[in-house]
T-cell receptor
């Protein structure tokens, strides 16, 4: 059972525009959510996180939104840059199992000029 | 600053051979340590985690084992590799703290191919 789902395997966005990556989850016990960025042949790099007590968290060009009632989170990148081209993973954990991150399958973002 | 090292970066092994992948963390003490595997086209799957020396929790029963002989060293092993063990293996660490929301930080991984 896939508890964290990224239903779009790929996304293509023009440079300067907004990129929106989506993630859905099924476990209502999840209370901590993260986004990671991964380049080929490298490990994932932590981007931004959000706790379930918030519905928005910003860090520079990156904003994560959390909709608990819909069990949905999204990552907004504004403005998108060619260097943002990578695979993005969302992940989640719950209070009793903070060591157990559950990852989605990833969305490949391509930002073109 | 903290850094995490994994080696080797790539490895080709025959079926039935043993395996030892090593991971070390620098710049922090008492980290929580993790081993993940990413199969082709899939997300990361947690294999093992450790909250201290000699303390290993296994998430997926399989052909692999993990050990933590020192505070900042985490080793992934197998006595006899299977074809299904092929994949991208990642080590990660995070600040120690039960019930604490801290991100995990990953190494650059080992690409393991079994022939």
């Amino acid at each position: 059972d896939q508890q964290v789902k990224q239903n779009s395997p790929s996304l293509s966005v023009q440079e300067g525009r907004i990129s929106i990556l989506n993630c859905d989850y099924t476990n209502s016990m999840f209370d901590y959510f993260l986004w990671y960025k991964k380049y080929p042949a490298e490990g994932p790099t932590f981007l931004i996180s959000i706790s379930s007590i918030k519905d928005k968290n910003e860090d520079g060009r990156f904003t994560v939104f959390l909709n608990k009632s819909a069990k949905h989170l999204s990552l907004h990148i504004v403005p998108s840059q060619p260097g943002d081209s990578a695979v993005y993973f969302c992940a989640a954990s719950d209070f009793w199992n903070t060591d157990k991150l559950i990852f989605g399958t990833g969305t490949r973002l391509q930002v073109f000029p | 600053s903290q850094t995490i090292h994994q080696w080797p970066a790539t490895l080709v092994q025959p079926v039935g051979s043993p395996l030892s992948l090593e991971c070390t963390v620098e710049g922090t003490s008492n980290p929580n340590l993790y081993w993940y595997r990413q199969a082709a086209g899939r997300g990361l799957q947690l294999l093992f985690y450790s909250v201290g020396i000699g303390q290993i929790s296994s998430e997926v029963p399989q052909n692999l084992s993990a050990s933590r002989p020192q505070d900042r060293q985490f080793i992934l092993s197998s006595k006899k590799l299977l074809l299904s063990d092929s994949g991208f293996y990642l080590c990660a660490w995070r600040v120690r703290g039960e019930y604490s929301n801290q991100p995990q930080h990953f190494g650059d991984g080992t690409r393991l191919s079994i022939l």
